[in-house]
């Protein structure tokens, strides 16, 4: 069947002996799409510097590893690790400040260590940044000041060279 212009939607003679199949109609797959942001969100993360101190745990980290070891001496059957965090932040929530305390004061103690470590780190960075734009900046200084002065010293020659010829000419 050909179809016409403008008389209603145009059907193929496959289509039009073909049933309708319920469970397909209306479900279509949408197109696939390309993940760009993904990539995109890879891209745009600055890169991790492995010199950059771990940041300190918190006061339940603290006690959960001593937790953990106690656990394990309890329950040496039990392997998963979803069992040990759930047991621990149980046993975190039931106990009172008091027996928090400890925990928290390792916690503390290891935050001012880590702030310690990040001024150290933070400053040899600058110095690093520092020295950085300083070479970069003189070598492009001293390379435009060595151009400058060819340039000059090429154009003085072609002067003296004019001179010459035209001395030569008189």
Same mark, same amino acid.
């Given at each position: 069947? &050909?179809?016409?212009?403008?008389? *209603?939607?145009?059907?193929?003679?496959? #289509?039009?002996?073909?049933?309708?199949?319920?469970?397909?109609?209306?479900?279509?797959? $949408? @197109? @696939?799409?390309?993940?760009?942001?993904?990539?995109?969100?890879?891209?745009?993360?600055?890169?991790?510097?492995?010199?950059?101190? &771990?940041?300190?745990?918190?006061?339940?980290?603290?006690?959960?590893? #001593?937790?953990?070891?106690?656990?394990?001496?309890?329950?040496?059957?039990?392997?998963?690790?979803? @069992?040990? *965090?759930?047991?621990?932040?149980? &046993?975190?929530?039931?106990?009172?400040?008091?027996?928090? @305390?400890?925990?928290?004061?390792? $916690?503390?103690?290891?935050?001012?260590?880590?702030?310690?470590?990040?001024?150290?780190?933070?400053?040899?960075? %600058?110095?690093?940044?520092?020295?950085?734009?300083?070479? /970069? #900046?003189? /070598?492009?200084?001293?390379?435009?000041?060595?151009?400058?002065?060819?340039?000059?010293? *090429?154009? #003085?020659?072609?002067?003296?060279?004019?001179?010459? %010829?035209?001395?030569?000419?008189?």
């Amino acid at each position: 069947m &050909k179809t016409t212009k403008g008389k *209603g939607p145009a059907r193929s003679s496959r #289509e039009a002996l073909k049933p309708a199949d319920d469970r397909v109609v209306g479900k279509r797959k $949408a @197109a @696939a799409r390309p993940d760009n942001k993904r990539k995109a969100k890879k891209e745009k993360q600055a890169k991790k510097d492995p010199n950059k101190p &771990k940041r300190p745990p918190s006061a339940f980290f603290v006690f959960l590893e #001593e937790f953990r070891k106690t656990f394990k001496k309890e329950n040496p059957n039990i392997k998963a690790v979803s @069992a040990v *965090g759930k047991a621990g932040g149980e &046993k975190w929530k039931s106990m009172s400040q008091a027996e928090k @305390a400890p925990y928290e004061a390792k $916690a503390a103690k290891k935050k001012a260590d880590y702030e310690k470590l990040m001024n150290a780190y933070n400053k040899k960075q %600058e110095s690093v940044d520092d020295d950085g734009d300083e070479e /970069s #900046e003189r /070598s492009k200084s001293e390379v435009n000041d060595e151009d400058e002065a060819s340039a000059e010293e *090429g154009q #003085e020659d072609e002067e003296e060279e004019e001179d010459d %010829e035209d001395d030569e000419d008189d």
